[in-house]
């Protein structure tokens, strides 16, 4: 039973620390944001459902054929669009002619280069909707528990049975030392 837990307790620790990795970590150091993709206008390159990492871009530097993301100035809301460039209108102020790669025609209206966020870099299929839904549900009371509260209590739990082993009598040390000598051979032999 308690290998049992302890391979649990260190599954939940792999998976907390991969998760903060590839959503805290990573993002940061590149300097990107991550946006879930909910409007299937990009398929197939980005499917309804994606998960899209964005990079800051000087507009000076956006090319045709490049997939950027923008703040619609025809929409008040906090949609966030990614399209692809068709044009780079350079008139009074640099612009840009955009279309879903769904879409049959262009977008209407063209993106002033102020409004541009980023340039989409990588994109990976599904990841999106897992995300949000545990956005969503870390939200609730039970999902904090589950998330947040469940692998702090494992963290600290784990910690105090190192610290008691630290601090404990010296027969008591030893045996649990020996236990954990037999535990080791066992694990090699498998």
Sequence with gaps: MRQLARWLTSIMLVLLVVTALLFLVLPAVFASSLAVVY??????????????????????DIEVGDIIAFDPTWDDSDVTISHRVIEVVDGETLSFRTKGDANEDPDFDIVPADSVIGRVTFKVSNLGYLLARVGD????????VLFV???????????????NFMVSSGKRRERQRKKMMERRKRWRSR
């Excluded at 299937?40 to 309804?48: D, I, L, R």
């Excluded at 549900?137 to 904090?144: I, K, P, Q, V």
């Excluded at 509260?149 to 610290?163: H, K, V």
Aim: a negative charge.
């Design 39 to 60: 409007s299937g206008s990009m398929a197939p390159e980005m499917p309804t459902g994606a998960l899209a990492m964005m990079e800051p871009v000087d507009p000076a």
């Design 137 to 144: 549900y870390s939200r609730s009371r039970f999902g904090f």
């Design 149 to 163: 509260g469940l692998p702090t209590l494992l963290l600290i739990g784990s910690a105090a049975r190192d610290m």
